[in-house]
């Protein structure tokens, strides 16, 4: 007996961890659901942040949405999904590449959420506050660069 024989099958171990975050995506969609719904029953000063916590919610639903798919993709079968090249995975570093996209807008959002809550006290908080957005613009015309 060959050992891909035996090996081939131990692919579909491979299912239990895509399951886990098709299911978590699931769950931080919902979540994402709820916090907006709750951003719309608020006054304007608490919507914004919790609208922003909803994206944030939102946007970690894609990411496990798009690795659960990309593994299944990977290691089990290909897809035929209608939504073009957003959710095709061709390897591991395709996989990859996807992931940080969204980590990056992730992260930009998270960024926005403390800028929000941002009190500067003196003229080196706003220096480094216009910073930290310069820094932010360069990381997504990083990701743009890279298409």
Known sequence: MRP???LF?????????VAGLLLGSVYFAYHALLEALAAWQSPLEEALPRLVGAVD?????AVFLIFGLGLFELFIQKLDLPMGSVLTVESLADLKGKLGQVIVMILVVKFFEKALAFKP??????LLFAGGVA????????T???E
């Open 144 to 146: 743009k660069a890279k």
């Open 121 to 126: 006290k003196e003229a080196l908080d706003f």
């Open 4 to 6: 891909e024989a035996f």
């Open 135 to 142: 820094l932010l613009a360069g990381a997504l015309w990083l």
């Open 57 to 61: 919610l939102g946007l970690l639903a």
């Open 9 to 17: 099958p131990l692919r579909l171990v491979i299912l239990m961890p």
